[in-house]
Nanobody, 113 residues
């Protein structure tokens, strides 16, 4: 069993920055990938960015050039710069251990003046 705990969310002004972090613990056999998803009210959960165990990254077009994902062992980070109101959502950490998906509880990010 794997547990994921996110931190770093909060209220920020447009144009500001936040750094999310997610720590994984428990029995991890192999990290296929770790990543961040987000879900705004009334919308589907969408992939924001992911990073494979080998270091390859995938970033959504909507955040490309503004968000950067990185990983240090079983901890994954999302550096969010130039934040926009449309980035407001609950952000969820994800870990893929081969075919198994694990999810964090989510952390609220609100971008507002």
């Amino acid at each position: 069993q794997v547990q994921l705990v996110e931190s770093g969310g909060g209220l920020v002004q447009p144009g500001g920055s936040l750094r999310l972090s997610c720590a994984a613990s428990g029995t991890i056999f192999s990290i296929n990938s770790m990543g961040w998803y987000r879900q705004a009210p009334g919308k589907e959960r969408e992939l924001v960015a992911a990073i494979t165990g080998g270091g390859a990254t995938n970033t959504a077009d909507s955040v490309k050039g503004r968000f950067t994902i990185s990983r240090d062992n079983a901890r994954v980070y999302l550096q969010m710069n130039s934040l926009k109101p449309e980035d407001t959502a609950v952000y969820y950490c994800n870990l893929k251990d081969n075919k198994i998906d694990y999810w964090g509880q989510g952390t609220q990010v609100t971008v507002s003046s």
